[in-house]
């Protein structure tokens, strides 16, 4: 009977396995460090992408920032000056109107028989305070006011007083209360105006 010795070929099977599993041992390790240095470059990358477009972002935003206060300044100096023009507008139309009512007042007046003491218009709101006369006088001042074709209305006589002068002249102090009309007209066509354009 022959014997065959098989305990070498076996070892060198093993060898031979435990080489090639080496091997793929080193293989795979050598893979996951290529693929964990291209991942690491790639992110590394990608970051740097990131970091620049986040400067850029940055540089925009501050761009931005810089015009967006100019707009505002920009509103607020139109702002200012839009009030700057009503308030001239306000004082252009309380020059008109002061000039209408004291024309009026002079045409209106029964002269040589009655003097103002003081005009006080507080908006629409007139009072005339003076010395007359006698009582006829301010009834023909009240009725000249009332046909005025709506520049005044509510002519309203508030107090009428008997008045010495240099102790020998008897003169009616009187004060009377009106609407100027005109004004309240006015203000209703603005109103009217706004309300159209709004």
């Known amino acids: 009977m022959i014997r065959i010795n098989l305990l070498p070929f076996r070892a060198a ?5 435990v080489r090639r599993q080496v091997s793929l041992f ?13 991942f690491n470059m790639w992110l590394g990358g990608k970051i740097e992408r990131l970091k620049v477009r986040n400067q850029d972002t940055t540089a ?19 702002s200012n000056l839009e009030q700057k023009i009503k308030v001239i507008e306000t004082l252009e139309g309380s020059r008109k109107d002061a000039v209408i009512f004291m024309t009026s007042m002079t045409d209106l007046i029964v002269e040589e028989r009655m003097w103002f003491t003081s005009l006080d218009a507080q908006g629409s709101k007139i009072t005339i305070r003076g010395i007359a006369l006698d009582e006829r006088t301010i009834v023909d001042f009240m009725n000249n006011l009332e046909k005025t074709e709506g520049l005044y209305a509510n002519v309203t006589l508030k107090t009428l007083t008997q008045q010495k002068i240099q102790g020998r002249m008897n003169l009616k102090s009187f004060d009377i209360s009106l ?20």
């Open 13 to 17: 099977r093993k060898k031979e396995n």
């Open 26 to 38: 080193l293989l795979s390790f050598s893979l996951i460090i290529i693929a964990a240095v291209y």
């Open 60 to 78: 925009q935003i501050a761009k931005y920032d810089k015009i967006n206060k100019e707009i505002a300044g920009f509103k607020k100096a139109l």
């Open 179 to 198: 609407i100027n009309a005109s004004l309240n007209k006015d203000k209703k066509q603005d109103t009217a105006g706004k309300a159209k354009k709004s």
